[in-house]
């Protein structure tokens, strides 16, 4: 059985950092692109970050740039966002995303596998 689960999630204060882990089980990703997508309460899920199966290649949502980074651990079959600088706007449940491809991707319908998401509550 194909599981991805987020982890790291949680309450943190405007300004701070987070670190959030997406580590997969049941078959090796190590050749697929990897997303982060988050959704926040009344909104559509929209495109965080996304790496390419080798992390040679990444790209982020311009709301996020420069304050976010994606990586990845192919021997850990896990990856990775670091979120510095947090803002309250930051504040969704956030979800990691496999995709069959190994470029990366923006659009989450490139997508077809999903964790359940983990929780990032920014506080002003």
């Known amino acids: 059985q194909v599981q991805l689960v987020e982890s790291g999630g949680g309450l943190v204060q405007a300004g701070g950092s987070l670190r959030l882990s997406c580590a997969a089980s049941?078959?090796?990703?190590?050749?697929?692109?990897m997303g982060w997508f988050r959704q926040a309460p009344g909104k559509e899920r929209e495109f965080v970050s996304t790496?390419?199966?080798?992390?040679?290649?990444?790209d982020y949502a311009d709301s996020v740039k420069g304050r976010f980074t994606i990586s990845r651990d192919n021997a850990k079959n896990t990856v990775y966002l670091q979120m510095n600088s947090l803002k309250p706007e930051d504040t969704a449940v956030y979800y990691c995303?496999?995709?069959?491809?190994?470029?990366?991707?923006?659009?989450?319908?490139?997508?077809?596998?999903w964790g359940q998401g983990t929780q990032v509550t920014v506080s002003s």
């Open positions: 995303a496999a995709s069959p491809y190994g470029l990366a991707s923006v659009g989450p319908h490139e997508y077809d596998y």
């Open positions: 049941g078959r090796t990703f190590s050749r697929n692109a």
């Open positions: 790496i390419s199966w080798s992390g040679g290649s990444t």
